[in-house]
């Protein structure tokens, strides 16, 4: 077992030093492949988290009754925080809202003799946006509301772009992963073909034929993970050259979430090159490997 295990190795470290110009062109292959999967899966992924960020900017506005007084403001309240659907409310009393207002129009128009015409408002966030809509027709029933606001078109508008964006980004992530593992597979493929003289070799020396493909298998497993390394190197520092020219362009996007992981990146790039190098030359080995 010892010496199967040293003959495997043995070979594919003969097969990795043999051709330098062959494993460049399939490290680089796999890289281009995983650099192409990685940019998209970060680019669709931070899309995503702003698609997902976007409806808890929503919320549901509620204006009370003018002859509510203040104790059964505060009692609503309370028993709006004790839904289960509901998140947080915030109460916003008319005596704020009217100074914010004469503030804001300070320098057109001087308020300081009108009396105040706002009522008390609660500012209503759900657990889940789609429930935005229920949760404020529910409250709108009630006697001490007098409107509420709710956005609820925006929000379904938001919520479809949402899903949108889920769904492509899974249709380009599987046609990129399609495409990376064909690429790799050619690679290994044209590996093999230059190789046949040695595959004869071993055959007339009595090596098996899975003694025989294993080496072709490690070295698509580590010609992957060299190329993963090289992708998620090349995808972090292009992400992170373009996010701080897009923050300088356009400041608002330096409050909005962040997409995947840069140790995600690290990790499962790489990892997924060596599964991919693996099962395609795997598959490879499989069709043109024979004794």
Known sequence: MIDRVHFVLQETWAI???????????ISTAAIALILLGAASMALSKLDAIARALPNEFEASVFMQMSTPR???????????????????????????????????????????????????????????????????????????????????????VLSVARLVRWIALAIGGLLLVSALMLIYNSVRLTINARQNEVQVMALVGATLRSIRLPFVLEGMTQGALGGVVAALLVLLGASALS???????????????????????????SLGALMGGLCAWWATRRYVRI
């Open 244 to 270: 701080d020219y897009m923050v300088r362009q356009w400041a608002f996007l330096r409050d909005t979430p962040s997409g995947m992981s840069p140790i995600l990146l690290i990790t499962s790039l790489p």
């Open 71 to 157: 104790e059964q403001t505060l009692q609503f309240k309370a028993a709006l925080e004790t839904m289960p659907a509901i998140a947080q409310v915030t109460l916003t009393t008319r005596e704020e809202a009217w100074e914010a207002e004469k503030q804001k129009l300070a320098s057109e128009v001087n308020l300081a003799d009108l009396p105040n015409p706002l009522p008390d408002k609660l500012t209503v966030r759900v657990h889940d946006p789609a429930q935005l809509p229920a949760v404020a027709e529910q409250i709108a029933q009630s006697p001490l509301v007098d409107e509420v606001i709710d956005s609820r078109k925006e929000l379904q508008t």
């Open 16 to 26: 990795l030093r043999s051709s330098r110009a062959m494993q460049a062109a399939a």
